[in-house]
């Protein structure tokens, strides 16, 4: 390995712990945010193509044909935007976003330096939900505003006063959510080895605070992470099967209540609707990201090819809720799709959503598929949990195609078989990914 990518390989260990703190790792060029993370990946790249000048190799993957495509989608739909500056700003951000793993398949070339990244995604992970706990705590302790509890998440609690709704060092809950859910999959994938190194208890030790920090997000992505769980379970096929299926019908129940629950949160209260008994009445009027996802069908019929632009919301309709028994009217709301399939075709078009797809499915081939060993076992079932939770139910709910830590672990995952010998994975060359 060259100098500038072991620099590299530096930096891309930084980006991850910046990751794990959006909230505190940005500063100000003008008025424009920054992340640390996209700061960091940003010269990763220049690393990466000094490494590859110096050693004139460059690992090919299949992930690059997605995101040509992907790139294609986003450019073609500038035709509809109303802002083109807007929309070139977007595009950067894409293409920033797509460096984490095309860097990391470039300079990450062993086992040791893949572990030693993995390794600092899961510790940042277990600091920051460590941190939650303690917020949690200050929550039951008197401390339930954010000017005293950092870590609380905006809503306060759910209902008001009585549960925390943390959101820790991200900028929502829902976000974080995402990432400890991704992070615990992550864990998962490296339990026999963290168990070898460090022993047993440590290594669950390790896991402990962002298992335990999850629930308190409150959030519709924890029925990802009960989905995700059921995923890791079914792959690693626990002995005896009566346990192992016992495990993936209770993720499932998990799963569906938690669809419930954040219906019920979701959808507003009216004095007219659907008697829950205790729970309340739940109004027959559509809920804000109900109303938003059909709102994007509308602009999708609107634009089916080009979408509605990069860079453009997408949802534009009046919506109306009741708030504390009072009927409120918002018109001219504008927002996301709340939904990853639905907003990416809404603003780039069907050729967007064909392109990050094909980047999915390329990731997904490179992990090893023949399990010879535990640990190869648990690192595709943990790479699987987490990609495919968040696609098959996460991407319900939310538009993660512009989350950094989605695309950081990507990248880990393509460039997975670098952490197992060839002799065990059973995959081609991590270049045929």
């Avoid at 991200?170 to 864990?187: D, E, M, R, T």
């Avoid at 780039?348 to 999915?360: D, E, R, S, Y």
């Avoid at 390329?362 to 648990?378: C, I, M, N």
Wanted: hydrophobic share 50%.
């Amino acid at each position: 390995m060259s100098v500038a990518g072991r620099v590299g390989q530096l930096l891309l260990a930084g980006a991850i712990v910046a990751l794990a703190a959006p909230k505190f790792t940005h500063f100000f060029y003008g008025p424009v945010p920054i992340q640390l993370s996209d700061a960091l990946v940003g010269l990763a790249a220049l690393c990466t193509l000094a490494h590859a000048a110096t050693t004139r190799t460059i690992r090919w993957s299949w992930m690059f044909v997605g995101f040509a495509v992907y790139l294609t989608g986003a450019c073609l739909s500038l035709i509809n935007v109303d802002s083109l500056w807007r929309g070139v700003v977007k595009i950067v951000g894409i293409m920033s976003l797509m460096a984490a793993p095309t860097v990391t398949l470039q300079i990450v070339d062993s086992a040791s330096t893949w572990r030693r990244l993995h390794t600092t995604w899961v510790c940042a992970a277990a600091f920051v939900g460590a941190l939650t706990c303690l917020g949690v705590l200050a929550f039951f302790l008197g401390a339930k505003d954010q000017a005293s509890n950092p870590m609380l998440g905006n809503y306060g609690s759910l209902p008001p006063g009585r549960i925390p709704r943390m959101e820790g060092p991200f900028l929502n809950s829902n976000q974080y959510s995402n990432y400890l859910a991704v992070s615990l999959c992550l864990w998962g994938a490296r339990l026999p080895d963290l168990s070898a190194r460090f022993g047993r208890a440590r290594a669950w030790l390790i896991g402990a605070p962002i298992a335990l920090a999850l629930p308190f997000t409150l959030s519709p992505n924890l029925g990802a992470a009960a989905l995700s769980l059921a995923i890791f379970i079914q792959v690693v096929r626990l002995r005896p099967p009566a346990l192992r299926w016992a495990l993936i019908s209770g993720c499932a129940v998990t799963m569906i209540g938690f669809f419930v629950a954040a219906a019920l949160i979701i959808l507003p209260k009216g004095s007219e609707g659907i008697s829950l008994g205790p729970l309340g009445v739940l109004s027959t009027i559509p809920s804000g990201r109900v109303a938003a996802a059909l709102a994007t069908l509308k602009t999708i019929g609107q634009h089916p090819l080009l979408g509605t632009g990069v860079g453009e919301t997408v949802a534009h309709f009046h919506h109306e809720y009741s708030a504390q028994g009072a009927s409120v009217h918002i018109k001219d709301f504008e927002v996301e799709a709340h939904n990853f399939y639905l907003g990416l075709w809404g603003q780039m078009g069907p050729l967007a959503l064909i392109g990050f797809l094909t980047v999915v499915s390329a990731v997904l081939s490179s992990l090893p598929r023949k399990a010879t060993v535990a640990e190869t076992t648990y690192l595709r079932a943990g790479f699987l949990a987490a990609i495919c939770g968040q696609l098959l139910y996460g991407g319900l709910f939310g538009g993660f195609e512009d989350s950094r830590h989605i695309w950081m672990m990507l990248a880990l995952a393509v460039a997975s078989s670098a952490a197992i010998p060839a002799s065990q994975a059973g995959t081609g060359s991590r270049g045929s990914a």
